[in-house]
Every structure is written in C-alpha cells, then in structure tokens.
C-alpha cells in the first residue's frame, strides 16, 4: 500500500473546485464524535445522481430505490388510483344492472306474480345495490389519490433532505479511506458514474409513469405458455427416466432405511413403556441435569395422558432414523469442508439449494424415485435437516486456532490425533450446535412427512389441518414442540441446564 497523501493535496484531489467547501466539512466532521449538522445541497438536489457520482454505492441503492417508491405512489394517484378497478367494476355493475332491470320489466309486465318475475326483481335490485357501492368505493379511492400524492412527495422530499444531511458524512468516510490508500484513479467526483445513475432515473422513470398510464403495458413479462408447458414435459422425461435408472439402488437403499426405522420404532413401541419412560427420564437426568429431568417429566406425562404416547414414539424413531443419517454424513462432510476451502466451495452452493428449496418441491422428485411412505419422508428430513450441522461443523472446525494445532504439531502430533484429540474437541461446541439445530430440523418436517406415508405427530397435525380440528391440531402440535424441546436440551447436555 502506497503512503497516504498529504491532507491537503487529497482534498484538493478529492473534491476539485469544491476544495474549499469539503476542507471546512471534513475538518468539522472531524472534530467532534457523532452526527454533525451538515447540510450538501448538491446531494439534496441531485440525489442518487451525486451519491453515483461520489461513488457511495451502499447509500446509492437505498436513496435510488426511495426516489422511485416515490415516484410510483405520484404516479400510481396521478392516473386514478384505485379507483380506475374500481370505477370500471361500477360501469360494469351498472350495465348488468340496467339489463337485469329492463328483463324484469318485460316479466312482471306478462305476469307480475310468476317466480320468475320475481327473481329477476331481487336480482336487479341487487346489481342495483352492488353498482352504487362500487361508485362509492370509487369516489372514496379518487378522494384518496390527493393524500397518496402527498405522501409520495413528502417521501421524495424527506429522502433527499436525508441525503443532503448524510451527504458530507458519507463522502468524509470515503475521503478516509480512499487517503488511506493512495489510489488517485478512484478520487473525485466521477462524471460517468453520475451519468449512468442519472440514466437509471430517464429510463425507471418514464417506464414507471407509462405503466400507470396503460396498466396493461408492462403487467406482466411477454412470455410464451408453450414454453412452461415443454419444459415441464421434458423434465417429467427425464425424472421417468432417471427413476427407472436408479431403481435397484433406490429399493436397496429403501430396504435399509426401513430395517433401521424398524428397528428403532420396534424398540420404542414395543417396549413396555414404563420401561421406556424410565430410559428416557433417567437419561434426561444423566445428560442434562435436574431441571431438564422435571422438563422431561412434564412432556412425557402430558404425551401419555392425552394418548400421544405411541405416536410421539413413531415420530422419535422416524426423527432418530433422519437424524442419525444426517448427522453420520454431515460431521464427516463438515470436518472436511472444514479443512479444505475448494470442497466447502463446492458443497455451499448445494446447502444452499437445500435449505433454501420449499420441502413441498423435492417433495416430488424423491416421490418420483423412492415412492410414497416412510422411507420417502426420511429422505426429504435428512436433505432438510444435513445443512445445519455441515455448516457449524466446518465453521468449527476451521474457528479452531492455528497456534493450538501448531503445539500439537510441535509436540510430534499425528494427523490423526490432531483430528481427534485437538481439532473435534475444540469444535465440539459447534458442532453439538450443529446436531441440536439438525434434529430441530428434522422435527420440523414431520408434518410435511405426513403428506407422503409418515406416520407419528405429524398424521394428527394434518388430519386436524384437513378437518379444521383447531383444538385436536393444537394438542398434537403442543406434542412436537415438548418433543423438540425435550430432544434439544437432553442433546445440549449440561450447559443448556
């Protein structure tokens, strides 16, 4: 980095003609801690034009995006508001008003007393009724389109008053910086940029006032249906055709998640459960402490007298299935995302996708390949519930201080034990994190696991959902979230006590 150029000369580089202004500026800002009242009136005139321009990009888009707020509430009132909607459907209430009129004229004139007559009467009367409210709402609208107007100019007005106070404050910060480090190619006042942030305003704005102008010019994107349509159709190809490719392994690996949830749900159900109960307390006492125990002893009561004891069991054994999976593929992927950045490069985007993909859509896909049941809810909680603990492990793993493995190292430490007795221990708070945020997760998704096979809590939360049964849904819900609560102190341990 280049020496920092003397203050004055900077200045001189920074502001050009305005030099003179900007020292005075700085110098008050400099002065004292805090806001100091300063007021650029070129910012409060130009706006986003001048922050462009200074290049002060992360006040730019905020005062940019103000602006044309702005203008869209002006121009949303100047073209009528909603009252345009509105008076259209008084027009068209009127016209099939004034025709249901003229019909029940023609009948009561043949015969006053025939049902017909009379249901046309009702019926015009009614139109009658809707047309006049409709008027009214409408007027009420354009009444309106004045106290829009207004707020959209006082929103303008506020936003570059605001700018114009924060203008000298935001370019003294840059002034620092760019001093700092001496690069005079990014000093000054740079017209292109002001140019192209003035451009933005020529195009947003016209575009904006021709929409409200012909509300049908830019209400949607000029698109071709038959595009959707063949897409969907090639994607249904080639979902038929990776079904049928993977259809050995995918029944291997639905046989070996269904002997594990067997397993787990056999030992739960089939158990006696005072037995059951009595594990559980004693570990919740063993692992977490004595509050933890009351804790648990409340849940498990409250699941055995209101009869979700069996179910909250299934949902335990269906949750114990997706988690240990998740967690025996997640620690290993964590740890090595952990240690190597162009794998946790790679393996990011992919959480992402995960975490951020509605579980109602691969939903689809693991339905298309693994078909409806348990097994198939299993593998949509372990997509659901893998991130949270890859994550915290890697961020774990990597938080761990260099200078700790590099006494382990000057000890004569190998790669192994630094694994298991340096690096996991120090991350382990991590990545205990990691696991209570992944179980959470998987809890989570019983519900939507339900829709598909699942059975546990989650079936009565959406039988209730079907049926509108809000209190039996809030029962069973209060269910999963004593099970969420019961799992993630017993799994933070101690600490959490």
Not at 3 to 24: K, L, M, Q, V
Not at 26 to 53: C, K, M, Q, T
Not at 141 to 168: D, E, H, T, Y
Not at 394 to 411: C, Q, Y
């Amino acid at each position: 980095m280049s020496a920092p150029i003397p203050r004055d000369e900077a200045i001189e580089r920074f502001a050009g003609r305005n030099s003179a202004y900007y020292r005075e500026a700085f110098r008050r800002i400099g002065e004292r801690r805090g806001y100091v009242p300063s007021f650029n009136i070129s910012a409060a005139l130009l706006g986003p034009v001048w922050l462009g321009g200074r290049r002060l990009w992360s006040a730019f888009w905020p005062f940019l995006i103000a602006d044309l707020l702005a203008v869209v509430l002006v121009a949303f009132a100047v073209s009528g508001g909603a009252s345009t909607e509105q008076g259209a459907r008084a027009d068209r209430l009127e016209t099939l008003a004034a025709t249901r009129a003229l019909e029940a004229k023609v009948a009561n004139d043949k015969d006053a007393s025939s049902s017909m007559a009379r249901s046309l009467t009702r019926s015009a009367s009614a139109l009658d009724q809707a047309a006049k409210d409709a008027r009214q709402a409408a007027e009420a609208a354009q009444s309106g389109a004045s106290l829009i107007v207004a707020l959209g100019g006082g929103l303008f007005v506020a936003a570059r008053i605001s700018a114009g106070g924060l203008a000298n404050h935001l370019a003294e910060r840059r002034f620092r910086v760019w001093r700092l480090g001496g690069d005079t190619g990014t000093g000054g006042f740079s017209l292109p940029h002001a140019l192209g942030a003035a451009a933005l305003l020529m195009v947003f704005v016209p575009i904006i006032f021709l929409h409200f102008a012909d509300r049908t010019l830019f209400k949607a994107f000029p698109s071709d249906p038959a595009w959707n349509s063949d897409t969907a159709a090639w994607l249904d190809t080639a979902i038929g055709s990776l079904s049928s490719t993977v259809a050995p392994a995918a029944g291997a690996l639905t046989r070996a998640i269904n002997g594990m949830l067997g397993l787990m749900e056999g030992i739960l159900t089939q158990t006696p459960w005072p037995v059951v109960m009595a594990v559980i307390l004693a570990l919740a006492w063993q692992l977490a402490g004595f509050r933890v125990f009351l804790l648990t002893f409340v849940a498990v009561s409250y699941l055995a007298i209101l009869g979700y004891w069996e179910k909250s069991m299934q949902t335990v054994a269906l949750l114990g299935t997706a988690a240990l999976i998740s967690i025996a593929i997640g620690i290993p992927l964590g740890v090595l995302c952990g240690y190597n950045k162009r794998v946790a490069a790679i393996v990011r985007p992919l959480l992402d996708f995960m975490q951020t993909m509605p579980a109602f859509v691969y939903l689809i896909p693991v339905i298309a390949l693994f078909g409806i049941g348990k097994p198939s809810g299993i593998i949509a909680t372990i997509i659901f519930g893998i991130p949270p603990v890859v994550r915290l492990t890697a961020l774990g793993i990597a938080s761990v201080p260099a200078s700790v493995r590099e006494a382990a190292v000057a000890f004569g430490a190998s790669s192994t034990f630094i694994l298991f007795k340096v690096d996991l221990p120090t991350a382990a708070p991590s990545i205990m994190a990691g696991i209570s945020q992944t179980i959470l997760m998987c809890l989570s998704m019983v519900v939507i696991a339900a829709l598909i096979g699942a059975k546990g809590l989650g079936e009565d939360v959406l039988h209730a959902l079907q049926y509108a049964a809000q209190g039996q849904g809030l029962l069973a819900g209060l269910a999963i979230l004593l099970c969420a609560i019961v799992l993630d102190r017993v799994v933070q341990g101690r600490q959490s006590s």
